[in-house]
């Protein structure tokens, strides 16, 4: 061969260029793939040092921070705000100033937490800046002493503020006023990310999201920072955290908006920046009524602009929607928060299913053990703050289990509280209906006699329900029809080979018709199973979805909670997830992408685990006993 080529210039050039035409095609996949838009363009702002004190310790000031929310709602702008929730300072003649958003009969905290429960319910997302963002309780020449002004952590002359034990006893106390004042934080910035690495391993054990960088690893990075690693350092196990930097930094003194925006599109990074709303204050003036007299709402001041486009935030928010950049919430930036860790079972010796068993708000797992035969439910706890241990898995009874046999919820009896669904491979086909502390038979029928290898529940039209799972072998799709008190077996499809595959469960006109898909790994073609209820047998249509072809299978689920159906692509092999927003029929947006999170083997699941009406995430891992849970704050009008 080697004697051929080199005789024969003409076959040398064929073979390079087949084998250079080889190369190109495995650069464009991997550009489309791994390189396809993985950062819209967008900016995320993030108030600083809001607080019971400093700027806002009056209701003047209470009522100008009111009126620059109101601005950036009115503009579309999502922003977070770093909450200091307790504020001190000790002035020069002695005077001690001390607040909480946790005293709850003074008249000022409650304006003051009415302001904050105002942007909380539009496009604020309020985290934890610290405790008191100072330190001691004595007059300092360096000033801090003062919120807002001093450093809380390892500040040099007090080796106290550098350990462990105080940054933990400063996160405890902190959450304890956000949590009297009715405020669930969803990230943590400390206060100048003045800390040490010992101590972040702390804030990471509450926070799966910090809206700050890493700083250990790097100063300003340009883009998040993913740790996929186990949480321990409080002693309630969680994975992974997400670090979001302001890279942009913020205005300095004698600066304008072009400080900002001067640096748009130099460099690829994601747009962060931070800002301190008191800077508005001299373009603000009172709200007069007709007869010329300050307007007060709520007890609390009324201000709003003196005119448009004045202010240094007003020019930014104008240039920056002229040049086509929305606000996102760092929501949107980072769509899922890390939140809990569960321990249910090893999946090789026990089957799981996720839902509404106890009419809770929050999802129960429900499990079933291979071994013992016992069904037990664990009433999930899910929240921004991972710090209390999950309640453990409750037996609520028991349920003979041979090979073959699969479970899913049922919610033919009640939606609510489900029941489950069992299919046993000597042909039989049980409903179990929940009767206040566990299970109970209520129906069987008779089916064909198969070994299943998983099962699920799809509603239709008029309360009829289908039943589909893949067979052991997973060679066919097996399944029966539900109508009234009659059930009906469906003749098995038979795929071409019996690989590995994922059915995905999907709403169609609503929740109560649901269809049966599956979808070719790292494409967007897939096929819809219907079923022909003439002939009782399954019918293959091709499906199309209206997103790029990229690495990794596809899920559905309303991640914003708008009602519209948004889209998944989930990369087990590179552990990240695609979240494309449904904007009308048919179309999708990408958002951003999350990870790297979780573990390579195992399985993802969708649902709503906090109750928040946005779908969540978990992953249930086969080698091990725990399923770790990211939660979903997405906001419904990112793109505006």
Known sequence: MRILIQKNTWLRYVIAGVVSFGLYLGLYHMMTVEGADNNPRFMMIRLEDIGPGGYYSSLEGVGKLRAVLAY?????????????????????????YDRSISQLSDSYVQAFNKVLREAEQTNGTIGMHGYTHQVGDELREDGHQASGIGNEFNVPDKPETATTAFAESRV?????????????????EAPHYHTTPEQDKVFRSYFGLLYQPDTAVQVNPPFAQYENALNTSNGVPSLGNVHVPTTLSYIPSGKDEKFILNQLGKIERINSFFYHPFLEFNFLEPVLDEWGSPVVKDGIPAYHYSGDNKSVLQKLITQLHAKGYPFYSVHDYIPFTPAQRLKIGSAQSTLVQTGHLTSRNQVDVVTWNKKTASIAITKGEYSPIRSAAQPAPQVVGSIPYTDGAAFALDSRLDRSKKGLWVVNPSGRLDEYSPDGSGFAKHQSWKIPANRWYDLYELRQPNGDFILAGLSWDRSQLLGVYLHGKDVKPIKPYTFRSNSSRDLIVRNLASPDRQGLFLFKEDTSQGVEFQLDKTVMQWKLAKVTLNIPDELGNIRFGDFNGDGKEDILRYDAKNLTSRVYQGTTEDEYKLLSV??????????????????????????????????????????QNAKE
């Open 172 to 188: 405890k106390e902190g959450l304890a006023r956000f949590q009297q004042a009715g405020f669930t934080p969803h990230f943590w």
């Open 72 to 96: 950036l709602n009115e503009q579309h702008v999502h922003y977070s705000l770093a909450v200091v929730p307790r504020w001190k300072n000790i002035s020069a003649d002695g005077t001690r």
């Open 594 to 635: 999350f990870g790297p999170w979780g573990r390579t083997s195992g399985r993802l699941i969708v649902d709503d685990f906090d109750g928040n009406g946005k779908a969540d995430i978990a992953q249930y891992p086969n080698d091990d006993a725990f399923m770790d849970v990211a939660l979903s704050f997405q906001s």
